[in-house]
């Protein structure tokens, strides 16, 4: 069978001199609007040229912002929490993450709001990222001391806690952070490698 006479052809016949079959039918509009579709088709997949996060080391200050945070730490929770809190269980199949964060700036605003800010910056534009790829958002955030109950949260506790709920058999964990202003030339993810 000619390619003039396949099915993909939309029947007898082909382009007049081209050797190629004709194309019509609801294949046509797609082919012709193909060009305009391509820059968003590469977007959708990944392709449109978003740069790779930018990697800190623990304890480095990551800029965020209006925000700047440091990793301090990490450590799988095993066993019952210190704290009797939703977060700190996981479903079957799942393990609890948690990741020590320090965090300073936004000194124009009022303690309060600054810490409502943090909160909802750490829950929102935080999460993990394990070794195959798998990314796992911000279960929660509290301030350490709730976490540790260690005793009162103070108005303006700047060393927080963030839990995500990673499969059992994640590894080679990092963290990353979504900038809300993505600075023009900068970074708009940073990652931080956990151990």
Known sequence: MTASGSPASGGEGGAPGTGRPAVSGPVRPLLLALPLLL??????????????????????????????????????VRG?????????????????????VTWS????????????????????????????????????????????GSGPIGTLVQDWVLVFHPWVDSQGMEVRFVRPDPDPGGFRVASVQLP
């Open 39 to 76: 820059p968003t088709l590469a977007a959708a997949a990944g392709c449109g040229g978003e740069p790779p996060p930018r990697a800190f080391a623990q304890r480095e200050p990551v800029p965020l912002g209006p925000l700047t945070l440091r990793v301090t730490g990490s450590q799988e």
């Open 80 to 100: 019952s929490p210190a704290v009797p809190l939703n977060t700190l269980y996981a479903e079957s199949g799942r393990k609890i993450l948690v990741v020590f």
């Open 105 to 148: 700036g936004m000194e124009g605003l009022a303690p309060p709001d600054r810490v409502r800010f943090v909160e909802s910056f750490l829950t929102g534009r935080s999460s993990v990222v394990d070794n195959e790829g798998y990314e796992y958002p911000a279960i929660d955030a509290m301030p350490l001391p709730l976490y540790t």
